[in-house]
């Protein structure tokens, strides 16, 4: 079974700043990556999701962007920070697999821009 | 568009006792799955338990079990012998499983589960 890690577990940055997320997944090769964001503990939003290398797909336009540069490795990254990017990023992790598809999950980013 | 709702912002239970939280889904697509995570304090998703949505039999995973009433749109997770670490926040979410939707999951608002001892 998979195993996704994810760093740092927490950050505090100052509006403005730069991001860089990462999320890296091992024991399985090609799968479906997705990064999720959770405010004030409640329902998950989708933010990218990634079928493949280089292979990005934005489910709402904001502040942030995303990359896979390798096949088990999926980046969430700003420029420039907002208030309203506060908030926990979650990166998960499905393969394809018969007649199913499962999320699993990493622990999560906790970031507090201020 | 999916949408899944659950409707029980929060939910309380004795130690030992059951307690069902409920959800409804919309969907248009006839090949689907359903899911239930668990979000402890930690924060991370744990998956709970999982249906397909083409087969009738209700899934369980030891004290969880799902009641699928697939006509109703329905999909509601029956915790029986509730324990202190099943306090956690219960999301269900919905994913359909046709070639363009890329596994993208639908998850509903979220149910706090507090359990008494």
């Known amino acids: 079974s998979q195993t996704i890690h994810q760093w740092p577990a927490t950050l505090v940055q100052p509006v403005g700043s730069p991001l860089s997320l990462e999320c890296t997944v091992e024991g399985t090769s090609n799968p479906n990556l997705y990064w999720y964001r959770q405010a004030a503990g409640r329902g998950l939003q989708l933010l990218f999701y990634?079928?493949?290398?280089?292979?990005i797909s934005s489910e709402v336009p904001q502040n942030l962007s995303a990359s896979r540069p390798q096949d088990r490795q999926f980046i969430l990254s700003s420029k420039k920070l907002l208030l309203s990017d506060s908030g926990f990023y979650l990166c998960?992790?499905?393969?394809?697999?018969?007649?199913?598809?499962?999320?699993?999950f990493g622990p999560g980013t906790r970031l507090t821009v201020l | 568009a999916q949408t899944v709702t659950q409707s029980q912002p929060e939910m309380s239970v004795q130690e030992a006792e059951t307690v069902t939280l409920s959800c409804t889904y919309d969907t248009s697509e006839s090949d689907y799955y359903l899911f239930w995570y668990k979000q402890p304090p930690s924060r991370q998703m744990i998956l709970v338990i999982r249906?397909?949505?083409?087969?009738?039999q209700n899934a369980t995973e030891n004290r969880f079990s799902v009641n699928f009433q697939k006509a109703a749109k329905s999909f509601s997770l029956k915790i029986s012998d509730s324990q202190l670490g099943d306090a956690a926040m219960y999301f269900c979410?919905?994913?359909?499983?046709?070639?363009?939707?890329?596994?993208?999951?639908?998850f509903g608002q979220g149910t706090i589960l507090t359990v008494h001892p």
């Open positions: 979410a919905s994913l359909n499983a046709g070639g363009t939707s890329y596994g993208k999951l639908t």
């Open positions: 249906q397909e949505a083409y087969k009738q």
């Open positions: 998960a992790c499905a393969t394809w697999g018969g007649r199913t598809d499962t999320q699993y």
């Open positions: 990634s079928i493949g290398i280089g292979q």
